[in-house]
């Protein structure tokens, strides 16, 4: 009885009611199997065009800009956002490691803000969880004793001094500014931060001709024998996982000022054995876990061309010298190395062209100038027009 019911024999009862219900049963089995196959397997994502997103009002974006540029939202009143997120620099820093608070120095390689509000995870590290929630990135900033020691009540304060700065938190927000506003500002800038006009979003669009040949030759690449898309996949060009690459140890990390940064900050993580790291843990310090030391989330590749130096401490100087370490299968026998980073014997011109290909995943300068923000043009402290008033 079971048998006859489940056995697909089409030659001889022709019951179509049943065959109906075995064929589609069939057709279930066959697509969950697919599905499940799929998702045991996943290949990387292919790369996608940023999507067309909601930009904030012009009047949070015009106060959230200011944020960024303003350097009294710090301790000493000396740095902003945009001393290390230079934006004539692809809004990063061109040094191999950043700067610091004033009398600190950072043991990292400072990123772009490029984009930021498309990442999973914000830092080297992964710490932080990604673009949509930027305020909460900007108040770790702000408040981080080694990028801008600022207390958030005493920020809140100093803002309220600058009458020009109420006016328009009471426009954009209709607030008085105070930390959380200052960072929900500070956030909405930076989603107007996305890259426009990029040559490989107007290829993947169906604008065949907005990649050079040589450029195409370097997608082809990127995509197979270079397997860069192996990590590098998706709209962000990363997989958002941590992975070893061979990256070689900083030696500028081991000058005293940036050790100290590091040991301090690793402390504040919780990093065991903090004090006498030898390399920078990486994401171990986020998930504690052996496996991970001296692993880094896949940066994403947008904007890249305008970013150098390159890696997390910034070593590799030039695209030409990242394609070069890839090519020799990372340069360092690391702890925990990604078996995809190996030998990729590509020749001189296919080393050309997957430089030629990074290049196209750059957009348009986005017009802002360093220039039209030093201290001098912010709007002015009043102190004066307070006195007597209840703030
Ligand atoms: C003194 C230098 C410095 C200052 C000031 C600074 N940053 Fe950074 N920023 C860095 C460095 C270095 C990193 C990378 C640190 C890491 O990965 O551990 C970073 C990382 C970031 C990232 C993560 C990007 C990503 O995709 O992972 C964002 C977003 C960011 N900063 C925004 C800001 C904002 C907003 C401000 C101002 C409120 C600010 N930064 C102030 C140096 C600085
Ligand atoms: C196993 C995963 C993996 C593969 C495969 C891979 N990358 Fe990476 N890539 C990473 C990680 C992780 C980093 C950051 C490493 C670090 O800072 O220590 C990185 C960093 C980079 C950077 C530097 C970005 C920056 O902002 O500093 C570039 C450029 C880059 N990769 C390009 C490529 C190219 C081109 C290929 C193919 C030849 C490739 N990657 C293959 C994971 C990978």
């Known amino acids: 009885m079971t048998e006859r019911r489940w056995s697909v024999d089409l030659t001889v009862k022709r019951n179509f009611a049943t065959q109906g219900v075995v064929l589609l049963t069939l057709a279930t089995c066959v697509v969950l199997g697919l599905l499940m196959s799929a998702a045991a397997t996943a290949g990387p994502r292919p790369l996608a065009p940023l999507p067309k997103v909601k930009m904030p009002s012009k009047a949070k974006v015009e106060v959230g800009k200011l944020m960024f540029f303003e350097k009294r939202l710090s301790g000493d009143a000396d740095r902003s ?6 934006p004539e620099q692809g809004w990063a820093f061109p040094e191999p490691l950043s700067i610091g608070y004033p009398g600190t120095l950072h043991y990292r390689n400072a990123k772009t803000v490029l984009n930021a509000r ?38 809140g304060q100093r803002m309220k001094q600058i009458p020009q700065y109420v006016k328009m938190f009471k426009k954009a927000y209709g607030k008085e500014p105070h930390f959380g506003v200052i960072i929900k500002a500070l956030g909405d800038f930076e989603k107007t931060l996305v890259s426009r006009n990029v040559p490989l979003d107007k290829y993947l669009k169906g604008d065949k001709n907005a990649l050079s040949a040589k450029a195409k030759q370097g997608l082809a690449l990127f995509e197979g024998k270079a397997g860069c898309i192996q990590c590098h996949d998706g709209l962000m060009l990363s997989d958002g996982k941590p992975h070893a690459t061979g990256v070689p140890v900083n030696p500028d990390i081991f000058e005293v000022k940036r050790y100290t940064t590091l040991r301090s900050q690793q402390m504040f993580l919780g990093t065991p054995n903090y004090y006498n790291l030898k390399q920078d843990p990486g994401f171990f310090a986020t ?6 030391f001296g692993t880094f989330v896949t ?11 390159y890696m997390h401490n910034g070593v590799l100087p030039t695209l030409e010298a990242v394609v070069d370490f890839y090519n020799v299968g990372g340069i360092r026998e690391a702890t925990n190395k990604d078996p995809l980073i190996r030998p ?31 201290a001098d043009k912010m709007p002015p402290y009043e102190l004066l027009k307070w006195v007597g008033k209840d703030n």
């Open 299 to 309: 940066p994403s590749l947008r904007e890249v061309s305008k970013t150098a130096p």
């Open 118 to 155: 498309f990442a999973k995870y914000f830092y080297w590290d992964g710490r932080l969880d990604g673009g949509n929630d930027l305020p909460t990135q900007a108040r770790d900033s702000m408040t981080d004793s080694h990028f801008m020691a600022a207390d958030g009540r005493i920020m």
């Open 344 to 374: 990729l014997g590509l020749s001189g011109s296919e080393k050309t062209a997957l430089v030629e290909f990074l290049k196209s995943l750059a957009g348009d300068d986005l017009g802002y100038r360093t220039a039209d923000y030093t």
């Open 81 to 86: 956002c945009a001393d290390c997120h230079i």
């Open 287 to 292: 998930e504690k876990n052996s496996k991970f």
